[in-house]
């Protein structure tokens, strides 16, 4: 927490530094004012002096006005501090987490990320606003306190030796059992905003498997757990008010009756008593006061903690210090991909799940993906783009490994249409323009022709200019892919990788598609991978993937000669005369 501080309140040194001065003089200011009530009581009451009266009440006045006006403007520049840190901790977060590879991001997990970008953010911010007031004034109000109640009289300031200890002692307590309780909340947020995620994004799965109450019945047992950490925590604070102000009544009980004493003895006056009193008050509420932020101070500790893991983490794909551009052929053929005994394993796996994996994509052709569920298909063609880098071996583009390219180039030159086609909120043509900014109209319509998706489109009341919810639930899932593979046309790249997106899609307009791009894509590397032996038999070049290795190579004829494999996968498919 202190290094997360000391990291991004830099930028504000100098309000930080105007708010501790501004702090500073209004503690200085409020530890005048009992002194001078006490001099009006002591020589100005007591001698019915009303004129000394008149002038010390002035001067108390201007005193507490100059303490308005700090109060002000250090509770300004605090609140400011606070929104602004706030501010760089989620940039710095969103940052952070755009550039980790998906192992850094399944580590974490897309709600614990969530909760750390906003609820974790708000409870360092809330910390910091209130910390710029409370934390430097209680302090300083607790040792001007102590000076001035010793100043007015000594003996009577012993009492202070057993009644501090007793609070500190009575509010570490607390503290040291609130802080894993807090660091449990956080945790317990995650887990609520975990299941609430899945129930949003499964909610047709959950209704067409009728586990509503099954899903009802999650959410209690999450939202029971937070809310008792949150009873806990309650309980524990409720518990510390009554006992604080239960020392700090006791504590005046015993001042009052010894200064009293004192005063029946004449060893100090009554002004010096209502001064004492007024020192003690302020030194027990500046304690008092360290108690309430105390209720902040675990739970931001926990929560900057958590943002500190996310900050600390180094991504394990990252761009080389010395990037290597792609260079000029010369119009020549843009787009060659050569994979050289690829070897891949996901992080702590004691197998690969790709083994000397090798063989060259050239544009114009395209290279197409086949094999069984698990064989490793979408993992291939994810290491293109670098969503994951190889364990060994090499993937290069026009001869250069993509692992020497700076990220953003490298992704310039690829078309990636996912598995699962998302879709953003917005437009039809905002979606479109995500490959490509500058695109015109003329552009976008042409990506959709080559799409299958013009007609459906034409039809829709606003055309490009049709609403998108996010995640594109508002269309269909044919047409979902059919306008991530227009997003992905309209970039013009070098390399496309097409990962089952033909998938939702029936014969026809398969067919239509396939002939489509066929003729579009007539200077770029196509990646296609399929399950369906109809999308990829007329491909220049199959694969056929059985357990993380290369089962067979070569044109669907070929295939059928050699590859038993791919003869299994067709005939599962297809009649013997399709096949031919």
């Not at 993380?548 to 295939?559: D, K, P, R, V």
């Amino acid at each position: 927490m202190t290094r997360l501080l000391g990291t991004y309140l830099k930028p504000y040194r100098q309000a930080v530094a105007a708010v501790f001065v501004l702090v500073l003089v209004r503690a200085i200011t409020n530890l005048y004012l009992p002194t001078l009530n006490a001099d009006i009581i002591n020589n100005g009451v007591a001698k019915g002096d009303t004129g000394y009266i008149w002038q010390v009440g002035g001067y108390m006045l201007l005193v507490t006005l100059l303490q308005v006006v700090c109060t002000i403007i250090a509770t300004y520049l605090g609140a400011k501090t606070a929104m602004g840190l706030g501010r760089d901790l989620r940039g710095a977060l969103f940052r952070k987490v755009e550039s980790f590879s998906q192992g850094e991001i399944n580590r974490f997990g897309a709600p614990s990320l969530i909760t750390r970008s906003t609820n974790d953010v708000q409870q360092i911010q809330m910390m910091v606003a209130i910390g710029l007031s409370l934390m430097l004034f209680a302090p300083m109000m607790l040792i001007g306190g102590l000076i001035m109640a010793l100043r007015q009289d000594a003996p009577l300031s012993l009492t202070l030796v057993v009644i501090l200890p007793l609070m500190v002692i009575s509010l570490g307590l607390i503290l040291w059992r609130a802080f894993p309780m807090f660091r449990s909340m956080q945790s317990k947020i995650d887990r609520l905003n975990q299941v609430m995620r899945e129930k949003l994004s499964g909610v047709r799965v959950i209704r067409a498997f009728a586990r509503t109450g099954y899903e009802t019945r999650r959410f209690e047992v999450a939202n029971a757990e937070l809310t008792q950490v949150g009873l806990g925590v309650m309980r524990l604070f409720a518990i510390m008010f009554p006992v604080l102000f239960g020392i700090m009544n006791f504590s005046m009980v015993v001042i009052m009756w010894y200064g009293a004493v004192r005063i029946d003895r004449l060893e100090m006056p009554i002004g010096n008593l209502t001064a004492f009193i007024a020192y003690v008050m302020q030194i027990l509420v500046s304690i008092l006061m360290a108690s309430m932020l105390a209720s902040f101070i675990p739970r931001a500790a926990a929560a900057g903690a958590r943002v500190q893991e996310v900050l600390d983490v180094k991504p394990s794909i990252s761009d080389p210090v010395n990037p290597v551009m792609i260079p000029s052929l010369d119009g020549g053929p843009r787009g060659v991909v050569e994979f050289k005994d690829v070897e891949f394993r996901y992080p702590g796996a004691e197998d690969p799940v790709l083994t000397n994996i090798s063989f060259t994509a050239r544009p114009g052709e395209t290279t197409a993906i086949i094999g069984s569920t698990g064989s490793g298909k979408s993992t291939l063609v994810s290491l293109i783009p670098r969503l994951y880098d190889v364990t060994s071996g090499s993937i290069t583009i026009d001869g250069i490994d993509v692992r020497d390219m700076d990220r953003a180039d490298l992704w310039k030159q690829i078309g990636f249409v996912p598995q699962k086609a998302f879709l953003f909120s917005g437009t039809i043509a905002s979606n479109l323009r995500y490959g490509d900014e500058t695109a015109t109209d003329e552009d976008l319509w042409r990506a959709l022709e080559v799409a299958q998706a013009k007609d459906f489109v034409e039809a829709m009341p606003g055309g490009l200019d049709e609403p998108i919810t996010q995640g594109g639930t508002n269309v269909s899932g044919g047409q979902r892919q059919r306008l991530a593979i227009a997003r992905a046309l309209v970039k013009k790249a070098h390399v496309y990788v097409f990962d089952d997106s033909l998938s939702a899609l029936d014969f026809k307009t398969d067919s239509l598609l396939r002939a489509a791009l066929k003729r579009e894509i007539t200077d770029a590397t196509l990646f296609m991978v399929a399950q369906r032996v109809g999308s990829i038999m007329h491909a220049e070049q199959i694969i056929v993937l059985d357990e993380g290795t290369i089962a067979g190579l070569g044109t669907h004829e070929e295939l059928m000669e050699t590859c038993e494999t791919y003869q299994e996968i067709v005939y599962s498919q297809l009649s013997a005369e399709e096949a031919a």
